[in-house]
Nanobody
């Protein structure tokens, strides 16, 4: 069974940092792009950051650019998201996702495997 399991979420004050991790099991995603999405209450799921199969190309939503950093460790089948200078508007459930192809994408429809999500809450 293919699974993506996120960890690292929690409660943090504005200006603080969190590091999310996503561990894959059941198959390797070393040939696939991966990404992070988030969904706040009452809002649609939105793209946060993506990374291509090798880690050489990354993409960020404008709202997080300069504050978040995505990385991957293919040998360990792990995806990470370092989040700095967190703001209350970053509060959401964060999802790890594995893309269908090796190419980076910002569209949820291009991702076929999803984790269960981890809650990130930023207090003001």
């Amino acid at each position: 069974q293919v699974q993506l399991v996120e960890s690292g979420g929690g409660l943090v004050q504005a200006g603080g940092s969190l590091r999310l991790s996503c561990a894959a099991s059941g198959r390797t995603f070393s040939s696939n792009a991966m990404g992070w999405f988030r969904q706040a209450p009452g809002r649609e799921r939105e793209f946060v950051s993506g990374i291509n199969w090798s880690g050489g190309i990354t993409s960020y939503a404008d709202l997080v650019k300069g504050r978040f950093t995505i990385s991957r460790g293919n040998a360990k089948n792990i995806l990470e998201l370092q989040m700095n200078s967190l703001k209350p508007e970053d509060t959401a459930v964060y999802y790890c996702a594995g893309a269908i192809s090796s190419r980076i994408s910002t569209r949820a429809a291009d991702f076929g495997t999803w984790g269960q999500g981890t809650q990130v809450t930023v207090s003001s």
